[in-house]
């Protein structure tokens, strides 16, 4: 499996940005992609995830209503929509796939393969 995630940028705080996970290797179902991101100085944390199956979603709390994840299975990808962008969102973000068909979740635990991150710096 192989993820190359791209999108990132320099942006200013209200703006509206999107991320984009190309993805390889993925069978057509029975995969999760997740956006995580991880700020200087803290942990990794899980953002957005799809779920291939029925394509719900899962979001971290801090990006209910601003953000939203989704995918083109005719592309190889998922996106992830940000807007109203917050100066706290400024991390790399990273997608990931879990591949291991089992319940749904957003753990970045479950998470096997990973794609390079992409720079997200929101400043004024």
């Known amino acids: 499996v192989q993820l190359q995630a791209s999108g990132g940028g320099l942006v200013q705080p209200s703006s509206s940005l999107r991320l984009s996970c190309i993805y390889s290797?993925?069978?057509?179902?029975?995969?999760?992609i997740g956006w995580f991101r991880q700020a200087p100085g803290k942990e990794r944390e899980a953002v957005a995830c799809i779920n291939s199956y029925d394509d719900k979603t899962i979001y971290t709390d801090s990006v209910k209503g601003r953000f939203a994840i989704s995918r083109d299975s005719a592309k190889n990808r998922v996106d992830l929509w940000m807007s109203n962008l917050e100066p706290e969102d400024t991390a790399d973000y990273y997608c990931?796939?879990?591949?291991?068909?089992?319940?749904?979740?957003?753990?970045?635990?479950?998470?096997?393969?990973w794609g390079q991150g992409t720079q997200v710096t929101v400043s004024s």
């Open positions: 990931a796939a879990d591949t291991s068909l089992g319940p749904f979740t957003c753990v970045l635990a479950a998470f096997e393969d």
């Open positions: 290797g993925l069978s057509l179902d029975g995969w999760v």
